[in-house]
């Protein structure tokens, strides 16, 4: 019979405050997606429970999971501000390759943004193929949070075809800047919300019930 892990190793629910993103509230977009103040809370754990190494590193793998798609998203934000301000080295000027790497950026931007739409929309199909699910049969409670976040996937997902859209347009004419930005601008607001939100509400279940049956 395995051993419990030294009582040393084991953290309270409070741990889960710690380890979520909070949102910031910061807003690039003039344009809301949904009213923040009607997201379901889930009810909170009993305050004595606990949780081993192994249960807090399957909620850390969701923050990690969700780290990178921040930071995917910082990239694309600095392409974008390259791209529209022009940026380059006292060599490239000197060089007279400006044209040169404004072009290169302008292509990765395009590109880039393409491959992250389609990274984010693998990453909300599979927590709702697999891992929504099963929370949904592991704790009832979850229902309405869980509902919620399926709700904002849809609303992520028309979010991700309008960047889609301005990613044709800028493919077509690359000193179109300005409806991609517009576009990310929309994306980043709601991609980050609600990434702080799924952190805040679904890291103790999953330490709790794990992210697959069994």
């Known amino acids: 019979m395995q051993q419990p892990p030294p009582t040393s190793h084991l953290a309270g629910p409070e741990v889960f405050a710690s380890m ?15 009213v923040e103040a009607d997201r379901p809370t889930a009810t909170p754990a009993p305050p004595d429970s606990t949780y081993d190494l192994q249960a807090l590193a399957i909620a850390g793998h969701l923050v990690d999971v969700h780290d990178h798609l921040r930071g995917n998203l910082q990239q694309i934000q600095s392409l974008i501000a390259q791209v529209l301000q022009g940026t380059m080295t006292p060599g490239e000027a000197r060089s007279g390759i400006y044209e040169t790497t404004l072009a290169r950026h302008s292509w990765n931007l395009g590109a880039y943004c393409a491959q992250y739409c389609s990274m984010v929309t693998g990453h909300h199909g599979l927590e709702d193929a697999v891992l929504f699910p099963h929370l949904r049969k592991a704790d009832a ?8 976040l399926e709700q904002e996937h849809h609303v992520i997902h028309e979010v991700l075809g309008k960047v889609d859209a301005a990613i044709v347009k800028f493919d077509g004419d690359r000193s179109d800047v300005a409806s991609l930005q517009q576009a990310m601008n929309l994306l980043t607001d709601a991609l980050l919300s609600h990434l702080s939100y799924e952190e805040r509400e679904l890291l103790e279940p999953l330490a709790r019930h794990g992210m697959f049956p069994g």
Not at 20 to 34: H, I, M, N, Q, Y
Not at 143 to 148: A, G, L, N, S, T
């Open 20 to 34: 979520a993103t909070p949102d910031d509230g910061v807003r690039l977009s003039a344009e809301p997606v949904w």
């Open 141 to 148: 409670e979850l229902e309405p949070v869980i509902d919620r």
